[in-house]
C-alpha cells in the first residue's frame, strides 16, 4: 500500500511539472531573427551591427513583450493589445534612414503591427538629407 502511494504521489507531481513547463512555454507567442547591416536606433536603445533574436510573449496583463537580443545589447518593448492586426502577414522591420542614421519606426509580424516613436530630425535645406524607408527581412518560427 505505501509503494502505490509513494508512486501516486510521484505520478501527480511528475504531471504538475509538465502541465506547468508547458504552460510557460504556450506563453511565447513566436521567436525569429533578423540581421541589422548598420547600428540603429530602437526606441531610444542603439543596437549595434548584428544577428538579432527576438521572442514575443504573453504577460499576465493585456500587454505582450517583445524581446529584441543580440551579442551585445538586450531590449524590451511593450506590446499593446492594439497592435494586433487580423490582417498583417508579413515579416518585416521597417526604419526611417536619414544620412549614417537608422531608426527603427514599425515592426511587422503575423498577426502584429508595432509602430514604434522616431525622434524629429533636422534637415534644415539639405536635400540629400530628407529621410527614406528600409525594409529589413524577418524571420518567424511560430513557437510552440
Known amino acids: 500500500m505505501r509503494t502505490l502511494s509513494k508512486a501516486l504521489v510521484v505520478a501527480v507531481g511528475l504531471l504538475a511539472i509538465g502541465v506547468l513547463s508547458s504552460s510557460v512555454f504556450a506563453n511565447s507567442l513566436m521567436v525569429g531573427t533578423f540581421k541589422l547591416s548598420h547600428a540603429t536606433q530602437w526606441n531610444g536603445t542603439l543596437l549595434p551591427a548584428g544577428e538579432y533574436q527576438f521572442k514575443l510573449t504573453r504577460t499576465q496583463t493585456d500587454v505582450s513583450m517583445l524581446t529584441i537580443s543580440g551579442e551585445k545589447q538586450t531590449l524590451n518593448v511593450m506590446v499593446f493589445a492594439q497592435s494586433a492586426c487580423e490582417t498583417c502577414k508579413t515579416e518585416a522591420l521597417k526604419m526611417m534612414v ?4 537608422r531608426i527603427v519606426t514599425a515592426m511587422d509580424l503575423p498577426g502584429y503591427h508595432l509602430e514604434f516613436k522616431a525622434p524629429r530630425t533636422e534637415s ?3 536635400e540629400d538629407a ?3 524607408v528600409e525594409q529589413v527581412s524577418v524571420h518567424v518560427n511560430p513557437a510552440n
Open 98 to 101: 536619414q544620412g549614417d542614421n
Open 124 to 126: 534644415a535645406g539639405k
Open 130 to 132: 530628407s529621410p527614406w
